[in-house]
């Protein structure tokens, strides 16, 4: 029971599955009311807010960036190109297969390493490993899959926090 | 550098600090538009949704109650009372200042040991304080803290999420 990049890294495992089946659920009522899926896709809490796309697309990038830049290895592009949900859902897949995949000595080692990405188009960050693993990274990653859920529920998809913590209680 | 449980509970501390801005900006926002902050605060994002205020104080507790079950300490009740802005500002304060007091030694050592937590009305459930911080705390209080940064959003108040990672630059 020790406190490790990895079992901090275990609530957003748990989070992006839970995204995982809150889209299969989001599917299946968009066909019961005759919505079309692409509807929700392009949806947003406000004019100046990213869509339910863009919201998914970045969750998967702060669990995958978290895992590349505190783990110290490669960082893999993947490209925002997803339109639909079996895409999204396979973006999802490949970010919780790469984090799977990390190493976890390298994850924890990485914590006291400084960690620099970019802010804006042309400055970048230097913070350590684990500044930004815990005031970054995460607040961001729960933030956008926090606000993935808020969208499909504005537009009346009947998930709830059960659906947002899948999983916690099978542990 | 070492990954304690006050380091992941530094990403709860920004937030919190955070909200209690971003309640500074809607006021101000809210009064020169001539709109009643009451009115924000029982806005939702859908009907069967909860409102702004329960979002407010549910972010609070969910990080009073990870500081008070991992540390092992009293567990004090803050009542649901707040009804206005300066008022959920005070429960933040007092959040704030309940998870600064807490004993560091005791929030690791409470990593090993189990928790026990009410489920609904009449259940508990029992995990370890690693699994209940990680997997259920945080991913709870960001839920919420999110969620009530999209309502104020969809209310058309112009905050973004610069001002959800307040702070977090000027490590």
Redesign the interface.
């Known amino acids: 029971?020790?406190?490790?990049?990895r079992?901090?890294l275990?609530?957003v495992t748990?989070?992006l599955q839970a995204l995982d089946a809150i889209l299969d659920k989001a599917v299946e009522q968009a066909t019961e009311r005759k919505i079309d899926p692409a509807v929700l896709l392009s949806s947003r809490?406000?004019p100046d807010?990213l869509p339910f796309t863009r919201q998914i697309q970045l969750a998967c990038d702060f669990a995958k960036n978290a895992v590349a830049r505190v783990g110290g290895g490669e960082n893999p592009k993947f490209p925002d190109e997803e339109t639909t949900v079996p895409e999204l859902k396979a973006r999802i897949a490949k970010v919780l297969a790469f984090v799977a995949a990390a190493d976890d000595a390298a994850l924890?080692a990485g914590?006291?390493k400084d960690v620099t990405f970019p802010?804006g188009a042309s400055a970048t960050?230097t913070?350590?490993?684990?500044?930004y693993l815990?005031?970054?990274a995460?607040?961001?990653f729960?933030?956008h899959?926090?606000?993935a859920?808020?969208i499909l529920?504005?537009n009346?998809i009947q998930i709830g926090?059960g659906d947002?913590?899948k999983?916690?209680?099978d542990?």
């Open positions: 029971m020790t406190l490790t990049t079992a901090v275990s609530g748990q989070t809490l406000a807010m924890d914590l006291a802010r960050v913070m350590t490993g684990l500044n815990t005031r970054f995460l607040p961001n729960y933030f899959a926090a606000t859920h808020g529920r504005e009346g926090k947002f913590l999983g916690v209680f542990i």
